[in-house]
């Protein structure tokens, strides 16, 4: 494992897409059998700037826990799932590129904003409904909201 490590990973930092990073840190991780269990001390070296925070500012079991160190360093990193949502609502479609390649990209969107690896069908239908009812309400009424989710957050993320 250790002689194979440093061919396969790299560092990562703020400047970096941290997201894109992590969705190729995991396929490469299976590929490799390295166990699950294990993901999380393999990446760790490998963290720098607000990444490497992130790690080390979470308890010992919880950076050892990949999932756990995942969404800390996305939380971190502004990587939420309604940045996610936005993205995807943002996306256009641009005549100069390849019609398929855009295709993909529009369901990569979507499948980050709906989490499927980690959603019930149920809880992304969930997902669905209230991001449209949330743009549908009055401009007010949707403020008081997002106030109330950001609230809602901060207490649960500290």
Not at 82 to 106: C, G, H, I
Not at 128 to 150: I, K, M, T
Request: glycine residues 4%; neutral net charge.
């Amino acid at each position: 494992l250790a002689t194979t490590l440093p061919q396969v990973v790299a560092a990562v930092g703020c400047p970096d897409d941290v997201e894109s990073y992590l969705l190729a840190f995991e396929p490469t991780a299976t590929r490799e059998a390295w166990p699950p269990e294990q993901w999380a001390g393999i990446i760790a070296p490998f963290l720098l700037g607000e990444a490497q925070k992130a790690y080390f500012d979470l308890e010992e079991e919880a950076a050892a826990d990949y999932p756990q160190l995942k969404a800390e360093i996305m939380a971190r990193m502004g990587i939420t799932t309604t940045v996610r949502a936005q993205r995807f609502y943002k996306w256009r479609f641009n005549e100069r590129q390849a019609p398929r390649s855009q295709m993909f990209d529009l369901i990569h969107l979507a499948r980050k904003w709906l989490r499927l690896e980690s959603q019930s069908p149920a809880q992304m239908v969930e997902s669905l409904v209230l991001d449209r009812y949330l743009r549908e309400l009055p401009s007010g009424l949707r403020e008081q909201c997002r106030e109330s989710r950001r609230r809602f957050n901060k207490a649960i993320n500290g």
